[in-house]
Nanobody
Framework: QVQLVESGGGLVQPGGSLRLSCAASGFTFNSEWMYWVRQAPGKGLEWVSLINSAGNLNNYANSVKGRFTISRDNTKNTLYLDMNSLKPEDTALYYC????????RGQGTQVTVSS
């Protein structure tokens, strides 16, 4: 069955960096666009970034543009999100997903940005 397993979250100070990973299985990873979405405490799901199946096209929410980088390794069936210059407002549960709305997503990894 489809599995999406996120990892790499944690507690980081403002201005710090983290790299999230998402291990995918149970579907043809290299033929699908992939997405990162997040959910801050008390808020709904927010789309963060997308990447096409080949990994040469991407897009970002304005709130993270210039600070986050999405990438993928199709040989490892793994999706990544490099997050730099983190801000307290980036605190959220981060999910990788097979759709932009995040309906088909993993269990998430918690990112907390705090001093």
């Amino acid at each position: 069955q489809v599995q999406l397993v996120e990892s790499g979250g944690g507690l980081v100070q403002p201005g710090g960096s983290l790299r999230l990973s998402c291990a995918a299985s149970g579907f043809t990873f290299n033929s699908e666009w992939m997405y990162w979405v997040r959910q801050a405490p008390g808020k709904g799901l927010e789309w963060v970034s997308l990447i096409n199946s080949a990994g040469n096209l991407n897009n970002y929410a304005n709130s993270v543009k210039g600070r986050f980088t999405i990438s993928r390794d199709n040989t490892k069936n793994t999706l990544y999100l490099d997050m730099n210059s983190l801000k307290p407002e980036d605190t959220a549960l981060y999910y990788c997903a097979r759709d932009e709305a995040g309906k088909d997503r993993g269990q998430g990894t918690q990112v907390t940005v705090s001093s």
